[in-house]
């Protein structure tokens, strides 16, 4: 019951056998749940959506009966967005995984949201073309999803973040209505750009249930280098000095000591014993360059400091790379009971300040936080763990009061809450910091041209309206 009404039985009057998981069900307490340490929220009802029109009644049934709906692509966000604050529904997209179509011609896919991201990669560089959105959960994240939250990666440093390859989208609304915004092709200013205002906005204006994406043609050839140094301040360094000098690799990551050490054991890839921290550089084009531009920047991190540097350009070795480097999140996770993962993004100039921040709240709070992250971009992936007992609210509360003093320095620094995670419930409380309740309220208004009764995935993004001295 949601409300005082029954929606599991009215869902599952319209919607086909199966789709609806009830009270009851064990697997309903998976929709409860993201990779967040927010939760567990329980979901009244959730419901699997396999078109467009079961998505569409679903909006239609729960604004006819006043219940809050929740979508839901993969479950791998890290802030909270998808989880059931207000109970009610959960509506998930996770069974629309139909690629309808790679144009080679067109250089565009037209994909449903339950995709999941690396999948379609295989897909179209099978084809000889690229997607290049890459967040590190590409294995299990969904297409909707990373629409839905401007996810990035390692690539947008050079190829930009999921907002440059949305060209169109289907969306429904709460009340059922479904509606085409964007176009197919690469140019087109025609409107306003809802399609832009729709990524991003982390299910709190409508359910995507079609996305239609820009392609590129897959790059010949890529190669990696991984630069040793003493420690993180010297890889950002490092790193500024190159972008300093016009170097546009496709990738700049840096992490630290803290974060290499925990998939050591855990990896194919064994980092070297004297890293104190590691950069990994991309480059790709045409193999007869490659070689030259990595031997470039090996003597380019060499002369800024770096202790040993390394070329992989074989694929398995690349792979086993990466690997090691999408291992560091979850080896946190697996490593202690509590693990809040930040990602705070800093103007370039202020990432060794920001490093020198972090240090300090690490000291002054006493507990550990690991920093990897995206670098060339200035977007880094604070995390803070704990061995405390994570039952002992006082635990918690430590925790938070190191990511609030993240937050605040990279605010303070000119920099912005979440570069790539979104805001969802867990950084809802900060986004004051940043934005001014003008910008705020706007943002509110927005929300409730798409859905006035706020039903649809409430709780989420923008804060309520602080009362003022005279309300
Ligand atoms: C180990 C790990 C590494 C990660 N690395 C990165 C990274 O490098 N870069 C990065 O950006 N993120 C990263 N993430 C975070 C996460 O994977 C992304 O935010 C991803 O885009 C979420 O996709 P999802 O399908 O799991 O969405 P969910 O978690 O299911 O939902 C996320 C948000 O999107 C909304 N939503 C989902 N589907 C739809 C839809 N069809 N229509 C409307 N709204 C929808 C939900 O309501 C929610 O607000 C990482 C997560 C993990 C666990």
Known sequence: MAGGVDIGAILARELPAGAVILPGDERLADYGRDESPAGPFPADVAVKCGTTEEVAAVLRLCAEHRVPCTPRGAGSGLTGGCLPVRGGVVLSVETMQRVKEISPDDLVAVVEPGVITGELQTAVEAQGLFYPPDPASLEYCSIGGNAANNAGGPRAFRYGVTR?????????????????????????????????????????????????????????????????????????????????RGVRPRVIEIADRTSIDHVRGRSRYTFPANAGAIALIEVDGDADTLDGQIERLGEDCEAAGALDVFAANDPAERRALWEARRLISPSLKEAHPIKIGEDVCVPRSAIIEMLGRVDRIAADVGLPIAVFGHAGDGNLHVNVVSDEDPADPASWAKVDRACARVFADAVDLRGTLSGEHGIGLIKRPYMHLEQSERVLEWQRRWKAMWDPLDLLNPGKLIPERRPTCSE
């Open 164 to 244: 440059e390859y949305v060209l169109g989208l289907e969306v429904a609304l709460m009340g059922g209505e479904v509606l085409r915004v964007g176009r197919r092709t690469t140019k087109g200013v025609t409107g306003y750009d809802l399609t832009a205002g729709f990524v991003g906005s982390e299910g709190t204006f409508g359910v995507i249930t079609e996305l239609t994406l820009r392609l590129l043609p897959k790059p010949p050839a890529v190669a990696t280098l991984l630069a040793i140094f003493k420690d993180v301040a010297g890889a950002a360094r490092a790193i500024t000095a190159l972008i300093g």
